[in-house]
């Protein structure tokens, strides 16, 4: 299974997009997936339903933290990693009609009509893009980490 088919299948268990992402990815990050699963699970929704950036791509940007993020500046470090995860957001983009924003992305759907998140039954799935935006984010993190030179 892809890691996309991966993080789409998390994601309809229940998990959060930016926890599906995580989880899928979990074999790169070194932490426990209780742990993974407690650091992501306040961007789902756009960050906790507000809407704003996508929680998909906060959890690809989480693993790419992971992965290729600095610890120390030496004037180059932050510059290269955040040129990354602009490279990330372009090709998050290309697959998810043209936006980070979670807002954006499911234009037309129903957005903050309840406190707590949506069951996830066959009719929302069917609702809302979600599902295919969350495969595609796993499927655009883990061609950009072989890209890279990653694989695990």
Same mark, same amino acid.
């Given at each position: 299974m892809s890691?996309g088919?991966?993080? %789409?299948k998390?994601f309809e268990?229940?998990? /959060?997009?930016?926890?599906?992402? $995580?989880l899928?990815f979990a074999d790169?990050?070194?932490?426990? %997936?209780?742990?993974?699963?407690? #650091?992501? /699970?306040s ?7 507000l809407?704003?950036?996508? +929680?998909?791509? /906060?959890?690809?940007?989480? $693993? ?7 610890? %120390? ?11 990354l995860v602009?490279? #990330?957001?372009?090709k998050?983009?290309q697959?998810? +009609? ?6 954006? #992305?499911?234009?037309? &759907?129903?957005?903050?009509s309840?406190e707590?998140?949506?069951?996830? &039954? ?14 595609n984010a ?6 950009? #980490?072989l890209? %890279?030179?990653? /694989?695990?």
């Amino acid at each position: 299974m892809s890691k996309g088919e991966l993080a %789409k299948k998390y994601f309809e268990e229940g998990y /959060s997009c930016s926890q599906a992402i $995580v989880l899928a990815f979990a074999d790169c990050i070194n932490v426990e %997936k209780s742990i993974l699963l407690k #650091l992501s /699970s306040s961007f789902g929704g756009g960050f906790g339903r507000l809407r704003e950036v996508c +929680g998909a791509f /906060s959890g690809m940007s989480m $693993v790419v933290g992971y992965v290729f993020g600095y610890d %120390k500046d030496d004037g180059q470090n932050k510059m290269a990693h955040y040129a990354l995860v602009r490279e #990330l957001a372009e090709k998050f983009k290309q697959k998810n +009609g043209g936006s980070v924003v979670c807002r954006e #992305l499911i234009a037309g &759907t129903e957005k903050l009509s309840a406190e707590n998140p949506s069951v996830r &039954t066959d009719e929302y799935k069917h609702k809302r893009p979600c599902s295919e935006i969350v495969k595609n984010a796993g499927e655009v993190l883990q061609e950009l #980490l072989l890209e %890279k030179g990653y /694989s695990k």
